[in-house]
């Protein structure tokens, strides 16, 4: 079993829509969370992290953790389509001796206009 | 968040041959990561480079096929070694963000293929 789970899609939806992308993850020791997006041909990019279980609201974007699930979101309001890209969700565990960021597999998002 | 530049973007090389590729960054940073990805996969860490010390690399990750250098602290190289078709992959260089949140900042990737 993979650390960190995500259905890698494709995911296509109409410009506008309410997009909910999602990772499972089976480390309790997880506790920071990341949202990359990677359009092609290009390096991931940072968008939101999180620490720890709640949300956090950047625009249009909103991360949600909820760690008794172990489940990490990303919901994107009123699409577009330059936000047709591969969202990689990520998670760092906190360790003694120092850790890794664990990626998922990405899921490739099509916004139509 | 720190601006990361990568030499060569891509290549196409020759089996048996030998690629350096560069990374570097406007600000001075500590740690400086190396990841693969390969075709429709995710990202995958091969070491850890600190300047000052030797690169620390993960599990299935040799630094005789993959040597890296960190002689300062904007800038770091990794070598793929002797390359064969199963190297054709996106190398990218990352480094830690100053918010202390383990946070990562990625370079824009170099697209290696091997024929």
């Known amino acids: 079993q993979k650390e960190v789970e995500q259905d890698p899609g494709p995911l296509s939806v109409p410009e506008g829509a309410i997009v909910s992308l999602n ?3 089976s480390n309790s020791a997880f506790q920071y969370f990341m949202w990359y997006r990677q359009y092609s041909r290009k390096g991931p990019e940072l968008l939101m992290y999180t620490y720890s279980s709640g949300n956090k609201e950047d ?7 909820d760690k008794s699930s172990k ?3 990303l919901f994107i309001r009123d699409s577009q389509p330059s936000d047709s890209a591969t969202y990689l969700c990520a998670c760092f565990p906190i360790y003694n001796q120092g850790g890794k ?8 998002l099509s916004v139509k206009p | 968040s720190a601006v990361i530049s990568q030499k060569p973007s891509r290549d196409i090389c020759q089996r048996g041959t030998s690629l350096t590729i560069q990374c570097q960054v406007d600000s001075q940073v500590t740690m400086m990561f190396w990841y693969r ?3 429709g996969q995710s990202l ?10 030797e690169a620390t690399y993960e599990s299935g990750f040799v630094i005789d096929k993959f040597p890296i250098s960190r ?4 800038f770091s190289t990794l070598t793929v070694s002797n390359m064969s078709p199963e190297d054709s992959s996106i190398y990218l260089c990352s480094v830690e963000g100053l918010a202390g949140d383990y946070e990562q900042y990625f370079g824009p990737g170099t697209r290696l293929t091997v024929t």
Do not use: K
């Not at chain 1, 625009?59 to 953790?65: C, I, N």
């Not at chain 2, 995958?44 to 000052?52: K, M, P």
């Not at chain 2, 002689?71 to 904007?74: A, D, K, M, V």
């Open chain 1, 59 to 65: 625009g249009r974007f909103t991360a949600q953790v």
């Open chain 1, 23 to 25: 990772c499972t993850y």
């Open chain 1, 101 to 108: 960021l664990i990626f998922g597999q990405g899921t490739e």
């Open chain 2, 44 to 53: 995958t860490l091969i070491a850890t480079a600190n300047q000052g010390s």
């Open chain 2, 71 to 74: 002689p300062n602290l904007t």
């Open chain 2, 37 to 39: 990805q390969q075709p």
């Open chain 1, 71 to 73: 489940y990490i979101s």
